[in-house]
């Protein structure tokens, strides 16, 4: 069984920044892709970024160029260092991970930017 923990979020101003982790537990496959999505109230969970076992990273575009995800293989942590903040970066952010075509998914924390 796989668990998923994510930490960090919080309330920011807009223009702020917050870092995100995620502590991966369990039976985890090596080569594996971790990602962060996010869903805002009233709409769908949308990816915000992913990186694979071996560093290569994916970015909506909403957020290329402002967030920055980062893992430590040997801690099994993932991070998402968030900067310069919008309000619509508001929504409750997902850790995810997947291998063989099994999907875990953690509970969420939530990001709130103040405008």
């Known amino acids: 069984q796989v668990q998923l923990v994510e930490s960090g979020g919080g309330l920011v101003q807009a223009g702020g920044s917050l870092r995100l982790s995620c502590a991966a537990s369990?039976?985890?496959?090596?080569?594996?892709?971790m990602g962060w999505y996010r869903q805002a109230p009233g709409k769908q969970r949308e990816l915000v970024a992913t990186?694979?076992?071996?560093?290569?990273?994916n970015y909506a575009d909403s957020v290329k160029g402002r967030f920055t995800v980062s893992r430590d293989n040997a801690k099994n942590m993932m991070y998402l260092q968030m900067n310069s903040l919008k309000p619509e970066d508001t929504a409750l952010y997902y850790c995810?991970?997947?291998?063989?075509?099994?999907?875990?998914w953690g509970q969420g924390t939530q990001v709130t930017v103040a405008s």
């Open positions: 995810y991970l997947t291998f063989f075509n099994n999907n875990y």
């Open positions: 369990g039976s985890i496959f090596s080569f594996n892709t």
């Open positions: 990186i694979s076992s071996v560093g290569s990273t």
